[in-house]
């Protein structure tokens, strides 16, 4: 069974940082993506960003509203792929979860098949 | 503003069948597949459709999903009060190099 745990939110200041974990387990880990959503309160989902598999090299991509401050990145060796968000403004403020963009291996993939059950990231003074 | 454009509720009665429309352009639903998930408050959200029209073992085939250019649409046939929920399309955006949501629909089953 595919589980994502994620770990790290609380809160933290206008201007500064923190660190998201997600511990993957139930499935090869190294074959896939890995992606990073969020959803701020009373409002819709938002893709954050991704972190490629060996295949395409561990390139990453990110939204237009996080390009520059967050940063994603993965241990394959633990299972486990990383949020580091520097910068923090109060509109970061969401439930981040992490998930799974299955990779097919013929160069297609399937986004957000699996996701965890996020973790609480509120930026306030 | 969400990139793609979702009607913010929908609604029908134990039985019915629901459509949820997700307009988009070229850059995305145009030219690559979408995505349907659904999202009950404080849970996960759960991927109801890939690939525009697959859906994933253990998903009622009372769910269906389609597309036609620009534009997607999600179906719900037989519709249950469990299904009431937020509804989300998705898909890659070639421009921005991203993936794009729709703003989301509210479900409510009457």
């Known amino acids: 069974e595919v589980q994502l745990v994620e770990s790290g939110g609380g809160l933290v200041q206008p201007g500064g940082s923190l660190r998201l974990s997600c511990a993957a387990s139930?499935?090869?880990?190294?074959?896939?993506?890995m992606d990073w959503v969020r959803q701020p309160p009373g409002r819709g989902l938002e893709w954050v960003g991704r972190?490629?598999?060996?295949?395409?090299?561990?390139?990453?991509?990110?939204g237009a509203s996080v390009k520059g401050r967050f940063t994603v990145s993965r241990d394959d060796s633990t299972n486990s792929v990383y949020l580091q968000m520097n910068s923090l403004k109060t509109e970061d403020t969401a439930v981040y979860y992490c998930?799974?963009?299955?990779?097919f291996g013929s160069g297609t993939v399937s986004l957000f098949d699996s996701w965890g059950q996020g973790t609480l990231v509120t930026v306030s003074s | 503003q969400s990139v793609l454009t979702q009607p913010p509720s929908a609604s029908g009665t134990p039985g019915q069948r629901v459509s949820i429309s997700c307009s988009g352009s070229?850059?995305?639903?145009?030219?690559?597949?979408v995505y349907w998930y659904q999202h009950l408050p404080g849970a996960a959200p759960k991927l109801l459709i890939y690939?525009?029209?697959q859906r994933p073992s253990g998903v009622p085939d009372r769910f269906s999903g389609s597309k036609s250019g620009t534009s997607a649409s999600l179906a719900i046939s037989g519709l249950r009060s469990e299904d009431e929920a937020d509804y989300y399309c998705?898909?890659?955006?070639?421009?921005?190099?991203?993936?794009?949501f729709g703003g989301g629909t509210k479900l409510t089953v009457l």
């Open positions: 998930a799974r963009t299955f990779y």
């Open positions: 139930g499935f090869t880990f190294s074959d896939h993506y």
């Open positions: 972190s490629r598999n060996n295949v395409k090299g561990y390139s990453t991509s990110y």
């Open positions: 070229n850059s995305n639903i145009g030219g690559d597949y």
């Open positions: 690939k525009t029209n």
């Open positions: 998705a898909a890659w955006d070639d421009n921005l190099s991203g993936v794009v």
